[in-house]
């Protein structure tokens, strides 16, 4: 089975940096749309970021140019590197993967939660 596993979350001031961590095993990236979520609660989950197999990006509107997707195949690991963060990037964060192309599953069609398979527990990020 996939499992997916964050780290790296916490507490930081406005303008302040993080980098979050999603250990991956029981698969290979070959194939898999990585991806970051976020949610809050009584909102919808949403996507922050997604990484293709040949390590094209997308970004989310409201975080790009502060953001950075990337991963490390070698150690398995997905991160995110995080910028300038304000409050309203508080939120629980959520690593995803799903067997599919990122321009299927966080393209022009959308980058929706309910199409992405596998899921992390979640780390919290609170900006303050």
């Known amino acids: 089975d996939v499992q997916l596993v964050e780290s790296g979350g916490g507490s930081v001031q406005a303008g302040g940096s993080l980098r979050l961590s999603c250990a991956a095993s029981?698969?290979?990236?070959?194939?898999?749309?990585m991806g970051w979520f976020r949610q809050v609660p009584g909102k919808q989950r949403e996507g922050v970021a997604a990484?293709?197999?040949?390590?094209?990006?997308t970004y989310a509107s409201d975080v790009k140019g502060r953001v950075t997707i990337s991963k490390d195949n070698a150690k398995n690991t997905l991160y995110l590197q995080m910028n300038n963060l304000t409050p309203e990037d508080t939120a629980m964060y959520y690593c995803?993967?799903?067997?599919?192309?990122?321009?299927?599953?966080?393209?022009?069609?959308?980058?929706?939660?309910?199409?992405?398979?596998?899921w992390g527990q979640g780390t919290q990020v609170t900006v303050s």
């Open positions: 029981g698969y290979s990236y070959s194939s898999y749309c």
């Open positions: 995803a993967a799903v067997r599919a192309s990122c321009s299927v599953v966080a393209g022009k069609r959308g980058f929706v939660a309910q199409w992405w398979v596998y």
């Open positions: 990484i293709d197999d040949d390590g094209s990006t």
